[in-house]
């Protein structure tokens, strides 16, 4: 079982204010979740991650947030930005064969309102 | 500054056909990956690819996938006889420079696959 699920297809929040983005999974094996960030027509861009042994890391106006025993991560965004509208991934990576792989949730699209 | 580009951008094809797709490291990497997304949905994995060899291959990548590096340089995604459901977004990743083993990868800007 290596599901990682975003449970909003989308969000929509005023300019300035905090994004709060969700993630759960199922697989107590994942070692670094990540979040990551696509423009359409894009690949994903890598934005932030976190290890699993870990439960905060903090990069400028993003926050990873970890609570492994709900198995749930979420990312902070504040303060939001028009930049910031994109659709987020939630993705966990499993260290396989040698080479990692990553599992991705369904996305959230969020869009911030001026 | 983008580590892999790929081509085509856009390719049509009729069912049946083979397809390549192609990446090409802006330096010298010894991780590959192919993911994919279909139109609405996740990004997916397919392969990865380390030191010439497949390392992983989700059930996805099945006997009408396959990957080489026929030249050294360039990362092939070919799929021999395609259906309709391959119609997608493929994008090629490599770790980001310096970081390795913990799922940072740099996306290319993806091949748009369509299938008639």
Known sequence: ??????????LSVQEGRISILNCD???SMFDYFLWYKKYPAEGPTFLI???????KNEDGRFTVFLNK???????HIVPSQPGDSAVYFCAASLLGGGAQKLVFGQGTRLTINP | EPEVTQTPSHQVTQ???EVILRCVPISNHLYFYWYRQILGQKVEFLVSFYNNEISEKSEIFDDQFSVERPDGS???????????????????ATPRR?????????????SRLTVL
Not at chain 2, 77 to 89: N, Q, V
Not at chain 2, 98 to 110: D, M, W
Request: some cysteine.
């Open chain 2, 15 to 17: 069912m049946g056909q």
């Open chain 2, 74 to 92: 360039n990362f092939t995604l070919k799929i021999r006889s395609t259906k309709l459901e391959d119609s997608a977004m493929y994008f090629c």
């Open chain 2, 98 to 110: 310096g970081v390795v083993n913990t799922g940072e990868l740099f996306f290319g800007e993806g």
């Open chain 1, 1 to 10: 079982d290596q599901q990682v699920k975003q449970n909003s297809p989308s």
């Open chain 1, 69 to 75: 025993s709900a198995k749930h991560l979420s990312l």
């Open chain 1, 49 to 55: 991650s976190i290890s699993s042994i870990k439960d």
């Open chain 1, 25 to 27: 999974y199922t697989n």
